[in-house]
């Protein structure tokens, strides 16, 4: 959703050498530029999965392999074609590719990019949480700890960051899972929804696969509720590991304009602690974490894989997880391809935002 | 004791070694912090080495001669941490599992220090196209999820099916192509800079051959943040070990104990209130973590004298914009993420 907002600010950008010659290379050519290396980017990793996952054989014989006969196999092989020479295969696979096709899964015969559309929504609601949980955990907290920097307050938050992330995902929700839902019975254990719920959300016209979207939509507080509900161990699970970088990188960053000059010149005007630390402190301690952002996007999506498999939550890594269970590798190399475009062109949104904010981010 | 050794004598080998020379300089909560991290990693270290003699059972034990072991069973004397669903000692498979993750990620470390630190020095030192397309290509890696990554390499290695070796193999290789570009970049950056000093300009005068100069001169100059980075890159192998385990790529219970593979299966043991399953091994991966960050992180902040806690004149510290190193390698080089590789210098 945000995607859509962000990427249309490229229009302001249009006029900005004008105003901005000053500044040495425009805004302009350094969106462009930091677009154009989406592409090479984008190329290695799928050529580096592509010939990784053929070094290993085919996918046919890896998924197949010992329920057929040798000819049997070799008519499936020949048909799929992974008998010619791995260039060619490689070539028509680029071309694919550059029609938007990642291929199709050998279990159950489904497009990749059907895959992408059922399921993407699933995964990016999932991020979306935890990046907000990252954020309700790790700005407030790091601004406390830089503030009290060195006293017993910073002490506990540094051994708090350090657990959350020494914690693996799937253990903070096993214990979530424990606490929560089999002791305490208060929250639900895994899905996205009660069954009830899923099927009313199933009903509504032109689903976006966003439950939250679709529960508003629906305009019943009990679904809202529910969808919410589920939503709060695997988000709380996933968030905490990025709230603990974000922690640190805040009380770092803090710590360093706290000491600087206009906050010396604000506190002797008499402006309050509060503001000094949320403010005046904070906006410049921010760009940095913007960056850190998109690293932390790409690291939410690895971590999404173990999330939706701890809590049944069914988006594009719980589909790979089950792929990867049935070793259909044709599916795994799709999806991989495809996540590694949704890394690239995240981290080119988050840069062109870091630049829009802070002057000094040009090439 | 040793703050009044002048400059002049020589301090003995033992008092020069990475960890007991930070350890000697530390004071305070510093001190304290690498301690505990040394003694739980030293715990660990034990039971990895000793774990025949530690484990009651072996890891793939399911009986002994007074019959089967039970399922599930709660602990209590015989199994001091209860048992599994498939009727395996908790206890016993968390200390053998400690032998698994300390040779994982033994081998990771030193197989990527080695080929990260040989490619990042002939990248920087050498230069040309092959540092050009060397640099993108770890920049590509670096932004890639590390674990899927490592799931697409694990599968390659092992297709899945692995023996014991086999699967600490293909385990802490999957990991070391996660880790190769960090210590690339980081080595990388040391040679460029190194190149232009009067030092190798001199070697160069007298003749010195390329190659002694990048592996005598160059990189003994380089490593000097090494040892924080290996740290915080053996905690992020055991997670990424774990992690694998978890979704299937660890090694099968009959080869050897593997705490994410047992914390998979223990996930439908929590459903129904089960808890003995899981805790034990999550607790060891936790704190087998928070050991080697506690002493990566002190021998970072030992490294870097704006952090260091000194012996007197504790007050009035002046504050400095930190370059700590965070947790975890995914944001090691600093504020900047690698996507933006070029603007490092621009926002320095």
Known sequence: MTVVNDTSPTAPSVGAPSKGKTRGGGLGRYVLIRFLLIFPTVFILVTLVFFLMRVVGNPITASVGGRLTPSQLQERLHAAGYDRPIIVQYGEYLGQLARGDFGTTLTDHQKISTILLTYGGATLELVFYGLIIALIVGVPLGMLAAYLRDRWPDVILRVFAIFTYATPVFFAGLLLQLVFSVWLGILPLGGRASTRVELALGNIPNPTGIYLIDAIRTGNGQIIGDVLLHAVMPATALGLITGGVFLRLVRTNVMGTLGAEYVDAARSRGVNEFRLVGAHALKPALIPIITVMGLQIAMLLGGSVLTETTFGWRGLGFELQQYLSARDFVAVQGIVALLAVIVAVTNFIVDVIAAFIDPRVRY | ?348
């Open chain 2, 1 to 348: 004791m040793s703050a009044t050794t002048p400059e002049g004598r020589a301090v003995p080998l033992w008092k020069r070694l990475p960890v007991v020379k930070q350890l000697r300089r530390s004071v305070g909560l510093q001190r304290g912090m690498l301690v505990v991290g040394i003694v739980i990693c030293a715990v660990f270290l034990i039971a990895a080495i000793f774990a025949p003699l530690i484990a009651p059972y072996g890891f793939g034990e399911l009986s002994n001669k007074f019959g089967s072991f039970p399922r599930q069973a709660s602990p209590d004397s015989t199994f001091i941490w209860g048992t599994t669903v498939g009727g395996y000692d908790v206890f016993s498979r968390v200390v053998w599992g400690a032998r698994t993750a300390v040779s994982v990620v033994i081998l990771a470390v030193v197989i990527s220090v080695v080929i990260g630190v040989v490619l990042g020095l002939v990248s920087g030192y050498l230069g040309g196209w092959l540092d050009r397309v060397l640099v993108v290509i770890a920049d590509a890696v670096y932004a890639f999820p590390s674990l899927l990554l490592a799931i697409v390499v694990s599968i390659v290695i092992s297709g899945g099916n692995s023996s014991y070796i086999g699967g600490i193999l293909s385990a802490a290789i999957s990991i070391t192509v996660v880790f190769v570009p960090q210590y690339f970049r980081v080595v990388r950056a040391e040679a460029v800079r190194l190149k232009s000093e009067a030092f190798v300009e001199s070697s160069k005068v007298i003749g010195t051959s390329t190659s002694r100069i990048m592996f005598k001169h160059v990189l003994r100059n380089s490593t000097r943040s090494l040892p924080l980075i290996l740290t915080l890159n053996a905690s992020e192998a055991i997670l990424t070990l774990a992690s694998l385990g978890f979704l299937g790529f660890g090694i099968g219970p009959t080869a050897a104990a593997e705490w994410g593979y047992d914390l998979n299966n223990a996930l439908s043991d929590a459903a129904s209130g089960i808890w003995w399953t899981g805790l034990f091994p999550g607790l060891a991966i936790v704190m087998l973590v928070l050991g080697v960050t506690l002493v990566g992180e002190s021998l970072n902040d030992l490294a870097d004298p704006r952090l260091r806690t000194r012996r007197r004149a504790r007050r009035k510290k002046s504050v400095v914009a930190s370059t700590e190193t965070t947790a975890g390698g995914s944001t090691g080089t600093g504020t900047t993420g690698p996507g933006t590789g070029t603007t490092e210098e621009a926002t320095a």
